[in-house]
């Protein structure tokens, strides 16, 4: 079993060696498919797909993964390109989900912390009863949309309440301090962690019990996907909060929880036809074969569903 990224993939592909070890390929499995799906690296790893067949003697099973996918059969077309019959496997067991809304109104004691902290009301009102509900539960994750926003919110939470427990963990930080964020977690020395998406995927942060996004996820499959942190197994639930400002801010957190309850979930918009993917793919032909005719890199490129309408003038350009 090898275990990789799709960049590390391409990357192995036009060695010798390595390309022999892969020409014994049975299946391939995508994990959190949803993800890549919808920007270039999926764009990328679709036509990495068809590398690996033209260097293999018969064809793959392709098994793609994810528990938010709004339009199944579109993700199962990216995956399997064009030609070849995929079947959509759901699970009938629903996971239990709990969500809700808040958005806490300031009071005078909240007015005079924010004076001595140098925060808006507001902005204290949220921290205080952030604590409040994470306080609750042994481990909590606490998501916000940006870095930025979880470096300033833990160093607010800390602010207003020293010694808290908490830690912080995005894609800026060095591996290191990710991994003891992580680790830290696990055991129990934190009570909860700040992060953005980069916790929310399936890094094993121990039993998660709680979750809060702070401030509008933007996105259904965002706010399931990192609410299903929490409760993380057979038969567990879900549950979680979101904490809303502004009025904009609580409509739309409102109307994406009513939808996850629901069970409504936004169709992915997929990239196709990216050009500098193509020029990319096209180098990486080269390498992995030595050599070879135009009209053989449009049939392995056109074999990708994402790449199904381009023209070979385009190609030739």
């Not at 390309?19 to 994990?31: F, M, Y």
């Not at 607010?156 to 003891?180: C, F, N, Q, T, Y």
């Not at 809060?212 to 499959?221: E, F, Y």
Request: aromatic fraction near 4%; proline fraction near 3%; charge should be neutral.
């Amino acid at each position: 079993m090898l275990i990789t990224t799709p960049e590390t993939l391409q990357a192995i592909l036009p060695g010798k060696r390595m390309a022999k070890h892969l020409s014994c390929v049975r299946w391939v499995v995508v994990d959190e498919i949803h993800e890549l799906a919808t920007d270039k690296r999926g764009a990328q790893l679709s036509i990495g797909l068809e590398r690996l067949r033209k260097l293999m003697s018969r064809d793959f099973q392709r098994v793609g993964l994810s528990a938010t996918i709004g339009s199944p059969e579109v993700i199962a077309g990216f995956l399997g390109g064009l030609g070849r019959d995929c079947r959509v496997l759901k699970t009938v067991e629903a996971k239990d989900l709990e969500v809700w809304v808040e958005s806490p109104t300031p009071g005078a004691e909240d007015r005079r912390v924010a004076r001595e902290v140098m925060l808006s009301p507001g902005g204290v009102k949220r921290i205080l009863r952030l604590f409040e509900l994470i306080d609750d539960y042994k481990s909590s994750l606490v998501f916000t949309n940006t870095r930025d926003h979880a470096e300033a919110l833990s160093s607010r939470m800390i602010a207003l309440k020293p010694g808290v427990m908490v830690g912080v963990h995005h894609g800026s930080l060095s591996r290191d301090v990710r991994v003891e964020a992580e680790k830290n977690l696990k055991e129990g020395r934190l009570k909860a962690v700040v992060c953005t998406s980069s916790l929310e995927l399936g890094i094993d942060v121990g039993n998660i019990e709680f979750v809060v996004q702070h401030l509008s996820p933007r996105q259904v499959t965002k706010l399931v996907q990192r609410v299903g942190r929490s409760g993380h197994v057979v038969g567990g639930k879900s549950k979680g909060c979101v904490i809303a400002a502004w009025p904009d801010d609580i409509l739309e957190s409102a109307v994406i929880s009513k939808f996850a309850l629901d069970g409504f979930l936004e169709s992915p918009r997929i990239h196709e036809n990216a050009l500098d993917v193509l020029a990319h793919q096209v180098a990486g032909l080269v390498l992995d074969l030595g050599g070879i005719r135009l009209k053989e890199v449009y049939d392995v490129v056109t074999r990708s569903c994402l790449y199904r309408e381009l023209g070979l003038d385009e190609l030739t350009s």
